[in-house]
């Protein structure tokens, strides 16, 4: 018994250490179309936009060591999914809302807030053969997502998947903070698969990744079965596409007797976003062909300066989607890459620190910390808009693959394109 105990008090210990070895999560710079004044992104959200609490909804598949006072959850792959809220803070609770509105709303560069997870919220769980309809805790936790989608001004619901290296208050206050740019108009739900949260455990972080795919699938099938989400987006980052990537093409196989335009309209499977995607790029191209007819529309946006993805290439044996390498792919692969920047919703996004001002020329985290590449990510998911639409350049490669760039100019049309398309800010003509 007191062995037991020991070995308990251990893991505690244990999952404290890897919480406090991270570094802060801090407000990410903001996008540039909220710079100028032009624009403020709150105005439309009325009181739920304000305050800098900003709660945004959690699965995981992560093993519970401990349930209460306060869920504690282990780096290990469980057959269950937990759900519930992770309730988020930007800054204390000094940080007033006409403080943390300034920040928001200009391009003041000193020392952003942390933006901390208080408290997590378990409301429901479900092993692999239950279901919601007989699990009065599920239909609570759905029921709840259903009143945060009536409550916003936007009917889609999205899905972040974070990187490896990440322990479970680093992955909510992403999801939190990306909510928090989008004017808080998206209901945001962060997928928390077990990362073991440390640089030296990136072999753990791709074998739990791997045995997360079907877990966020099945997520990704409840949240179509039991919400009343428009539609369902995604937006994975890094290592979060080793997750991703297999899971959509997990959900791209149809039932029996069913057909892709009946698969389409049951998962209702809207925007998909790789930011860096760190998964070895035949892999990738392979689960895309799986899924590419199935999402209203898929992004790559990929820095080929990359230093993490070099990294990656090596522990990993090929090169990855976010800094592919065409050479690897097999012929079939690279004609239909190409057809797919063509004829398919799918884009590539060149991310060159020759065309954004500013951007480190390894960055591997420009989704958040760029505000032209975080502007341009807001604007996808708020808008639904096409690379065309947002600002962006169309690009022939060779063979004729289609990709695209940020212009010189892309500041000012992004400002044009919210302008134009975003609710009238009050005072407007």
């Known amino acids: 018994m007191m062995k037991n105990k020991a070995s308990l008090l251990v893991l505690c210990l244990l999952a404290a250490l890897l919480a406090g070895c991270q570094t802060p999560v801090r407000l990410m710079p903001t996008p540039v179309k909220f710079t100028t004044g032009e624009i403020d992104p709150f105005q439309s959200g009325g009181p739920l936009a304000q305050g800098n609490e900003v709660p945004v909804l959690y699965a995981t598949n992560r093993g519970l060591l401990i349930d209460v006072p306060q869920p504690i959850y282990t780096i290990f792959p469980s057959e269950r999914l937990r759900m519930g809220v992770a309730h988020v803070r930007i800054g204390d609770e000094k940080l007033s809302w006409e403080e943390l509105h300034a920040l928001s709303t200009s391009a003041d560069a000193g020392e952003r807030p942390i933006v901390k997870l208080e408290k997590l919220e378990p409301m429901a769980t479900l092993g692999p053969d239950d279901k919601v309809k007989t699990t009065p805790e599920a239909q609570a936790f759905f029921a709840y997502v259903n009143k945060a989608l009536a409550a916003s001004p936007n009917s889609e619901l999205v899905v972040y998947v974070h990187g490896a290296n990440n322990v479970v208050p680093r992955a909510a ?91 389409r309209q049951r998962l209702r499977l809207g925007q998909v976003y790789f930011a860096a995607p760190d998964v070895d790029t035949r892999a990738f191209v392979e689960d895309l062909r799986g899924y590419a007819d199935v999402a209203a529309r898929v992004s790559v ?61 390894r960055s591997h985290t420009f989704w958040y910390d760029d505000p032209w590449v975080s502007s341009d990510v807001v604007a996808r998911f708020l808008f639904n808009a096409s690379p065309a639409q947002r600002g962006l350049e169309a690009q022939a490669g060779s063979e004729g693959l289609r990709y695209w760039t940020f212009p010189p100019d892309f500041d000012r049309r992004v400002i044009d394109l919210v302008r134009r398309i975003a609710p009238p800010q009050k005072g407007a003509e």
């Open 173 to 263: 206050a992403q999801a939190s903070q990306f909510r928090h740019f989008t004017g808080r108009r998206m209901v945001v739900l962060s997928f928390i698969w077990p990362s073991a949260g440390s640089f030296l455990s990136y072999a753990t972080d791709v074998r739990n990744a791997a045995a997360s795919a079907a877990p966020f699938a099945r997520l990704m099938e409840l949240l179509a079965e039991n919400t009343k989400a428009s539609q369902i987006d995604v937006l994975a980052y890094s290592a979060g596409a080793q997750v991703a990537s297999p899971g959509l093409a997990l959900l791209g196989v149809a039932r029996d007797g069913e057909s892709r335009v009946a698969l």
């Open 301 to 361: 946006a990929a820095n080929l300066n990359d230093s993490v993805l070099v990294f990656a290439r090596i522990a990993g044996g090929a090169s990855r989607a976010g800094r592919p390498n065409p050479t690897e792919l097999s012929e079939s692969q690279t004609r239909f890459l190409i057809d797919a920047t063509k004829t398919l919703d799918f884009d590539l996004l060149k991310v060159d620190p020759n065309d954004i001002p500013g951007l480190p020329r």
